[in-house]
């Protein structure tokens, strides 16, 4: 199957510092990534989609400003958490829709969690 | 309402048993359902993926989709204690709707 690679698996961050995830389809193409947000024993949140070459699209509830999305290639999204908070402490999973075969297969990367000190 | 109900269990069977886990939907013009697991820290792996109604197999699994009763189910065969993690159900317009997630454990 398509590969997704989520780039750090983990990371621990100072209160108040940004930090940057990156999503990477390894071989195929995505025209569009999609962010979540899962806590301990609950099940995953959409925080965002991501389309290359324009803004993400948001969902209700999540800070824009606080959660930055860049899809700058067919194979590169990020998100990147500005100046985080403990609450922002979290797993963040990034997926992928290989841009041939749209509507029938997301990919996930392997999650990146989060600990604000 | 919720685009997804899944019983978030949690579901303990003995080796060799079937596991049978169950979604329903709300939105009738769903056309893409897929299973995901999850293991512990880690992204979720698509299992199985079928498209409108009727039952799809790969090896142990079996997926079921009911569209007249917006039933969804996956069916595991012969379960082993690799198979415990979490079972997510999903639905896909353009993007994903995931059920609550339903952890099983397979004793040995």
């Known amino acids: 199957g398509a590969v997704v690679s989520q780039h750090p698996s983990w990371v621990i961050c100072k209160s108040g510092t940004s930090v940057k995830i990156e999503c990477r389809s390894l071989d195929f193409q995505a025209t569009t990534m999609f962010w979540y947000r899962q806590f301990p024993k609950q099940s995953l949140m959409l925080m965002a989609t991501s389309n290359e070459g324009s803004k993400a699209t948001y969902e209700q509830g999540v800070e824009k400003d606080k959660f930055l999305i860049n899809h700058a290639s067919l194979t590169l999204s990020t998100l990147t958490v500005t100046s985080a908070h403990p609450e922002d402490s979290s797993f963040y999973i990034c997926?992928?829709?290989?841009?041939?075969?749209?509507?029938?297969?997301?990919?996930f990367g392997q999650g990146t969690r989060l600990t604000v000190v | 309402q919720k685009e997804v109900e899944q019983d978030p269990g949690p579901l303990s069977v003995p080796e060799g048993a079937i596991v049978s886990l169950n979604c329903t939907y709300s939105?009738?013009?769903?056309?893409?359902f897929m299973w995901y697991r999850q293991y512990s820290r880690k992204g979720p792996e698509l299992l199985m993926y079928?498209?409108?109604?009727g039952n799809k197999e790969d090896g142990r699994f079996t997926a079921q989709v009911d569209k007249s009763s917006k039933y969804i189910s996956l069916f595991i065969r012969d379960s082993q204690p690799s198979d415990s993690a979490t079972y997510l159900c999903a639905v896909n317009d353009y993007k994903l709707s995931f059920g609550a997630g339903t952890t099983v454990t397979v004793r040995a």
């Open positions: 079928t498209y409108s109604s």
């Open positions: 997926s992928a829709r290989d841009s041939e075969t749209q509507n029938t297969q997301a990919f």
């Open positions: 939105n009738s013009a769903f056309q893409y």
